[in-house]
């Protein structure tokens, strides 16, 4: 079976399993995959959770949007992006530009329940006090961005999640 769709870039919450789901598909189907986090993190001596204890977030962004704008497209590809990128409208387009975008949606406390320590992820919190106010003012901006979006059935179970981003994708 091939992927009718060439790149694939998978937005949303930090959590909600981008990178773990991306990998999956990418490796199923023969796959370059990228983690934008990842890639991050090779241009920057320390986590990303220290730079943003020691950066300020703008320079954070910069940095994401900077390694995202230089980003290789081969022909396929399977990529899977930080939770805050979708701050970045100027690689948001270059992604829009040449992937479909897939919004992996979850409720917040589902999330937090599958997620050991939230507070030992870097997170960009652009203003919001609590984790709870970042995950309201991101959803629109998910929206806004995504080609499709894929809404986790109430009971969680990876094969159920991945069975989901088949239907969409084959």
Known sequence: MSIK?????FIG??????????????KKYNLPFIDTDTLIEANIPISIQ?????????SFLNLEEKVVLEMPFPEKIIIATGGSL?????????????????YLKDSLTNIQNRTKDFNKRGIVMKGSKTIQEVYHNRLNLY?????????????????SIIALIEKEIL
């Open 50 to 58: 220290d730079y943003l204890k020691t950066n300020p977030e703008e």
């Open 5 to 9: 769709y060439n790149r694939i870039c």
């Open 13 to 26: 919450m930090s959590g909600i399993g981008k990178s773990s789901f991306g990998n999956t598909i990418a």
């Open 86 to 102: 979708i701050y970045c409208k100027k690689a948001m387009s270059y992604l829009k530009k040449h992937c479909t975008l897939i």
């Open 143 to 159: 929206e806004k961005w995504s080609d499709i979006t894929i809404t986790y059935p109430e009971k969680f179970s990876i094969s």
